[in-house]
């Protein structure tokens, strides 16, 4: 059995790309680059999109990435068979926003008026660790989440 590479398992799964044996190209795409669209794209190639449309569709909101991550990358070996492809030279194919439109999109999503609430509750949050990053970087210590953060601050972080 040839030995798998688990430093690229790991990297995948920070942002697990779409494969499937019945699409000849594996699919990368970055954060708020139209991922619900892709990924509907994707599946129909797949001859899934039927069946991820009628996966919990009683549910509120986007059942079909509840179809993703319950079902489609929740099948058996999803990150192993997925490096195997991409180790074999399958085509990568990447997705990707405006740099510019997505810096400063995303440093409006750190100004998520939820936050608050979370910290408040102790929910645990992405967003909400994302927005505690910023925040030492900028002030150098742990300070509250309601605290202000300017965009040239957040860029300043991001290049950081």
């Not at 192993?80 to 492809?85: E, S």
């Amino acid at each position: 059995m040839p030995k798998r590479n688990s430093r690229l398992e790991r990297l995948l799964e920070k942002r697990t790309p779409y494969h499937h044996p019945g699409v000849p190209v594996v699919v990368l795409w970055s954060q708020k680059s139209g991922c619900t669209a892709l990924y509907k794209w994707f599946l129909w190639q797949a001859g899934l999109l039927d069946q991820a449309l009628r996966y919990r569709i009683d549910e509120e909101g986007l059942s079909i990435h509840n179809y993703e991550v319950e079902v489609f990358r929740n099948t058996r070996n999803y990150s192993g068979k997925l490096a195997a492809r991409i180790e074999a030279g399958t085509p990568l194919v990447n997705v990707l926003r405006c740099p510019y439109s997505r810096a400063f999109s995303s440093y409006m999503h750190l100004h998520n008026r939820f936050y608050i609430r979370f910290e408040r509750d102790g929910i645990a949050n992405a967003g909400l660790d994302l927005r505690y990053d910023v925040l030492r970087s900028v002030y150098g210590e742990v300070v509250p989440v309601e605290y202000p953060v300017s965009f040239m601050d957040y860029l300043l972080w991001l290049e950081g």
